[in-house]
């Protein structure tokens, strides 16, 4: 349902965008977002997005990411900048959608890009 794209290895101080388009049976979605597992360490929230764009973002991404929405190709993307190797972690997607009228919203996730960024 939901596929990751973007991911890979950057120097500090550089920049990435990743995309996670939504797919399959839709009839609506509701929030998207980014979360992210460094290793050893739990997932977090990065930053989330409702369906009206109110945009929602972790403390330590603040003024370097940007969340976005595209409604009409059911995609999200977060655009990276200033990267610094505390942000190397594997980068996760999610969406609350419904699959058909009057079903319940339900959460899905991404398989995962892997993003790096060497001091």
């Known amino acids: 349902q939901l596929q990751a794209s973007g991911g890979g290895l950057v120097q500090s101080g550089e920049s990435l965008r990743l995309s996670c388009a939504a797919s399959?049976?839709?009839?609506?979605?509701?929030?998207m977002g980014w979360y992210r597992q460094a290793p050893g360490k739990q997932r977090e929230l990065v930053a989330v997005?409702?369906?009206?764009?109110?945009?929602n973002y972790a403390d330590p991404v603040k003024g370097r990411f940007t969340i976005s929405r595209d409604n009409a190709k059911n995609t999200v993307y977060l655009q990276m900048n200033s990267l610094k190797p505390e942000d190397t972690a594997v980068y996760y997607c999610?969406?609350?959608?419904?699959?058909?009228?009057?079903?319940?919203?339900?959460?899905?996730w991404g398989q995962g890009t892997l993003v790096t960024v060497s001091s």
């Open positions: 399959g049976r839709i009839f609506s979605i509701d929030d």
């Open positions: 999610n969406a609350v959608l419904s699959t058909r009228v009057l079903a319940p919203p339900t959460i899905y």
């Open positions: 997005i409702t369906s009206g764009g109110r945009t």
